[in-house]
């Protein structure tokens, strides 16, 4: 398989990635066919996937903007992702020109497309860096030199948590991170869930078999266990539901006609 000018050189291309797998669902380009397989075969389980995952990116420009009203201007946002429509960096600084976002992701296509993306871009930066490593990501010099952590930042954990397996300690990552912010931090949360979905379990399970089968688990947690991110923080309204259901613009906006949209939850904390 030849490899494009945009694909970083040693990456495999004939394993799928879940990045370049998210990336098709919204339409992008930066895919493999070993990823757009992988991709319609989770689909054929649940067919409306790319609707959870337009609902999961409105959750979370409105997550940012919500951020920005209530002063915060700096960013981190942990399993970014290959950049694509109103990216985070986007939405912050069309709000506040001087916002600063600090991207984290452990993809080599995530890191290198964000890198031409924030190519002048001197309020923004991309790390390559893993969530299981907390400590790594807090002392890492690209993220330091940019963002001030003794001030409030917003961290984003946006469609990533349910990559990783209880093995790995998620609870004490996301706790490492929390209690390193600055007191008046928002901790911007969605993660995947039987719950909502609108088949029965035993159907859409056929999708976190295929996520096993390319050795990238879907971890799907229940409203409570995705609750318990957030311990120590108080939940900003309306708290950790559906994601059409977090601050909608309108009342009735389009996310909401899709049933699939209210597949699992969405939420922002906040450190007293
Ligand atoms: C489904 S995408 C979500 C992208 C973006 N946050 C959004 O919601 O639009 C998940 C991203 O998390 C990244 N990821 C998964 N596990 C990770 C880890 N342990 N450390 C850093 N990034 C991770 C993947 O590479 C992928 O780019």
Redesign the pocket.
Known sequence: MERPAWAPQGIDISVP???R??DFY?GGSHNFEVDREAARKAMEFLPGLPKI?QA??AF?RRAVRHAVDSGIDQFL??????P?FGNVHEVAQAADPGAKVAY????PV?VAHSQAVLEGNDRAVIAA????RPKEILANPEITGLLDLDRPVAL?????LH??EDA?EPYAAVAELREALAPGSLLVL?HASYEGIPLPKAEAAGTVGVYKNIR?PLIMRSHEEIGRFFEGYEMVEPGLVSMPEWRPDTPQSPEQEDPYAFSGFGGVGRKA
């Open positions: 990635s879940v990045s797998m998210y919204l995952m999961n990116r979370m946002d942990i399993g970014s992702g290959i694509t984290v992701d452990h993809d995530a860096a893993d969530l299981r984003l954990l946006v469609a990533v990559f990783i790995d969605t990238n």
